[in-house]
């Protein structure tokens, strides 16, 4: 077949052209076909496959974290208990209203027991919080470094919650460093009832 025989094809007679320009038609039909259907049909579908496919891949990853909670899920049950039982222990230790004064007298009986003259005990204004109220002390002690720590172990010692803030420690006077002054504020807790908690 040479390049006359190509000027002599009837486009309108196809079944009459040789048989190896019969089978290069068919295969630039069957090339413009899959190109029209992939630039029409396929190209606006790929974002979606590739969205698909990340959501896949998330979805996956979900999974892989909840069946590893699935699989823990009777130690987070028994971790769970712990801690309310934990928690229940701490609000035990916060005192109610009517132990409020005996842990006052806890304190200062403390003080005294380590040796510490009191200049100032002075309980202050419950500050109320989530589901407990703070009891600050502001305490002012005079005595030797080291009934400052006794004082202090023999608080954390109490079978109630009290904290230690804002310890400042001085000389009494320049010339004595065996007598100090230690200002200080104690905080106890106290457990809110539920008719209290707003």
Request: aromatic share 10%.
């Amino acid at each position: 077949m040479n390049l006359a025989d190509l000027k002599n094809l009837d486009i309108n007679n196809v079944g009459a052209w040789p048989l190896p320009m019969k089978g290069l038609a068919f295969a630039l039909m069957f090339c413009a076909v899959l190109g029209l259907g992939y630039w029409f049909e396929l190209q606006g579908q790929l974002p979606e496959l590739d969205h698909a496919r990340q959501q896949e891949k998330d979805l996956k990853e979900v999974f892989k974290q909840k069946a590893a909670k699935a699989a823990n899920l009777e130690a987070y049950k028994q971790q769970l208990e712990e801690m309310k039982q934990s928690f229940g222990a701490m609000l035990r230790q916060l005192p109610n209203k009517t132990q409020v004064a005996d842990l006052l007298v806890d304190i200062s009986q403390t003080g005294l027991a380590s040796g510490l003259e009191f200049e100032l005990f002075k309980p202050e204004a419950e500050i109320p919080m989530d589901f407990y109220s703070e009891l600050p002390i502001t305490i002012r002690v005079k005595g030797r470094y080291h009934d400052f720590g006794a004082f202090v172990s023999g608080v954390a010692a109490l079978p109630r919650i009290v904290t230690i803030h804002d310890i400042s420690i001085k000389s009494v006077d320049k010339d004595s460093t065996s007598r100090l002054v230690m200002d200080l504020t104690a905080k106890t807790y106290r457990y809110l009832e539920e008719e209290g908690v707003k």
